[in-house]
């Protein structure tokens, strides 16, 4: 089975959030399960985004897709714990870019998931990948 490593330079980071491990995030195995660390990561973006006045979509129907999504597990969290969450972008292109993110534990820094979503600026009416803004582009170049 592949590995992925992920790594990002701090300074990438321009923003944080923190988050409880809640009991309806636990898993089988009583921890924080995968699909709510990604649920967790997406709440993270979007407040990332509402931080920085810019909204997933727009009335022309032009937005953000997510087009992937890597995660690497570092340590399992449970509940009640409370979890920082580090936001930055990185590796942009003509149509968009990587959010990536540094999970830890807020009580110790103790590194609980890496992770970055590939992401593009999407047109919803015409069905098809556009070009990122400028303004997106210029204020986290």
Known sequence: ????????????????????????????????????????LSEARAQFLISYGISEGDNSGKGIIVTDLATMYQSESFFPEMLRFEVGLMDFNKYGGDFVFRVTKAENSQPVARAKYGFVFFDYQQKKVVPMPENFRSRFA
Do not use: K, Y
Not at 1 to 24: G, H, K, N, W, Y
């Open 1 to 40: 089975m592949a590995r992925i490593e992920l790594s990002f330079p701090d300074d990438v980071f321009c923003f944080e959030t923190r988050m409880q491990v809640r009991t309806t995030d636990i898993n089988g195995a009583n921890h924080l399960g995968n699909d709510a660390l990604v649920s967790m």
